[in-house]
């Protein structure tokens, strides 16, 4: 098959943009409690309809592109991304915020479904691992680099030095001074306007579904929810995307509430090194998984994380501040082990698994704003210490799962592993 260069280029421009806007509101969060005088529960919303968006339109977003095409849906999806975006930038208050970050996650959601079958008919099927694999470092690279952007907005706007600065100032123009936060939306709002454009004058190649990526029928999604198995994966993955936004959502404010940091330069950098430790920590765990059984590195890793997560939670200012970002580190691999794990239990239908296990994501939206809710009534480390269920979930995983095919591993004998292990 015939690489198309330019469109793997583009799906990885289009996996930088949704990181941007996906993983910024973590570091928002001290500013959306003070700019709007809400409770951590109200702050929580933000996230919670973000994501909430993010998981319900997963599956019907594999239905709609198997009947208009990728180019139309994508088009669309950035459409409404910046629609979404401009209606804060343009009118920050907190219930349009809650509508606009509706909006946006469900586009995300609709392009997340979209760009990995592209990627692999761009690029070819046998290079579908690596630019994989290259698309999520791209992915961790904007989670890394969003929250810096934010902290030089904020840091910067209302200040003299911003005048000799065109992108300063001419944000500086349409952003409230009391929220200069806010011009974070005015940057979304461009990039995505951005991508309509790009995405509007490209030339998409033929997409033929693979059996793993068609949305399949409501039939298949019938039978496998009469699984337990499919029940207990598709949890395990609602606990592990709500063990990592419950913990990049709150790093911010717990260093400042409990520390007295400030949150626009060290609870945004803490929150940077997460994603950033994140995306590392994917190389660290394609090395591991060459030497060991997935279930075992899920294990280690899972074991790493809740011991990261008591020292950040009992541990000083300066331990605290290391140890939040080391979280990202051991979560690296769980998301990927998670999923090839409960692909490889079960013998059909992988497509609409694959839809299911994608609807989890709505643990995004739910785990935070259980610990918001706790934190409101016993303190905000009474409500991260959830965090300790919903990575312990994660952690069982490596106990009982009972895979039909083992990842494979160096020296491994064919019978003992399988071939591939599958990724979303």
């Not at 570091?27 to 909430?52: C, E, H, K, N, W």
């Not at 051991?330 to 994608?358: D, K, T």
Request: charged share 10%; net charge positive.
């Amino acid at each position: 098959m015939a690489r198309n260069r330019y469109m793997v280029g583009l799906v990885f421009l289009i996996f930088f943009v949704m990181s941007l806007l996906t993983n910024i509101l973590g570091p928002l969060v001290p500013d959306i409690i003070s700019s709007f005088g809400v409770s951590l529960a109200a702050a929580a919303l933000l996230p919670f309809s973000f994501f909430i968006a993010y998981g319900v339109m997963s599956v019907p977003a594999g239905f709609l592109i198997e009947r208009l095409s990728e180019k139309p849906v994508m088009i669309t999806a950035f459409l409404f991304g910046t629609a979404g975006a401009l209606s804060f930038a343009i009118h920050p208050s907190y219930p349009v915020a809650v509508v606009s970050l509706f909006v946006m996650g469900g586009s995300m959601a609709t392009l997340q479904v979209a760009i990995n079958p592209l990627l692999r008919v761009s690029g070819g099927e046998e290079h579908f691992a690596f630019n994989s694999t290259f698309a999520q470092l791209i992915f961790g690279s904007a989670s890394f680099l969003s929250p810096r952007i934010y902290s030089y907005l904020v840091q910067n706007l209302s200040t003299p030095s911003g005048e000799s600065n065109l992108l300063l100032r001419s944000l500086a123009r349409v952003t409230p001074p009391q929220l200069p936060w806010a011009s974070l939306y005015w940057i979304f709002a461009a990039c995505t306007a951005l991508m309509v454009v790009v995405i509007s004058a490209a030339r998409f190649p033929r997409v033929e579904l693979a059996a793993d990526e068609a949305a399949g029928s409501w039939q298949m999604y019938r039978k496998l929810l009469r699984k337990p198995v499919v029940w207990a994966f598709f949890f395990c993955v609602f606990a592990y995307v709500g063990s990592e936004q419950g913990t990049a959502d709150w790093i911010s404010k717990y260093l400042s509430a409990y520390h007295g940091l400030d949150p626009h330069t060290v609870g945004a950098t803490a929150v940077s090194w997460f994603w950033g430790l994140l995306t590392a920590g994917c190389l660290i765990g394609l090395l591991l998984l060459k030497l060991f059984d997935s279930r075992k590195v899920l294990i280690g890793f899972s074991t790493a994380a809740l011991l990261c997560l008591t020292a950040a939670l009992y541990g000083p200012a300066n331990v605290s501040v290391i140890a939040f970002p080391m979280m990202g580190l051991f979560a690296s691999v769980m998301w990927p082990i998670l999923v090839s794990l409960a692909l490889n239990s079960v013998s059909e239908y992988h497509g609409s698994f694959a839809g299911i296990l994608s609807t989890g994501i709505v643990g995004g939206a739910i785990v935070p704003l259980i610990i918001a809710r706790i934190g409101d009534m016993f303190g905000l480390r009474a409500g991260l210490t959830f965090l300790y269920f919903t990575f312990g979930c994660v952690l069982s995983v490596g106990f009982w799962a009972r895979p039909l095919i083992l990842n494979a591993t160096i020296g491994a004998k064919p019978t003992e592993a399988g071939a591939i292990v599958r990724v979303l």
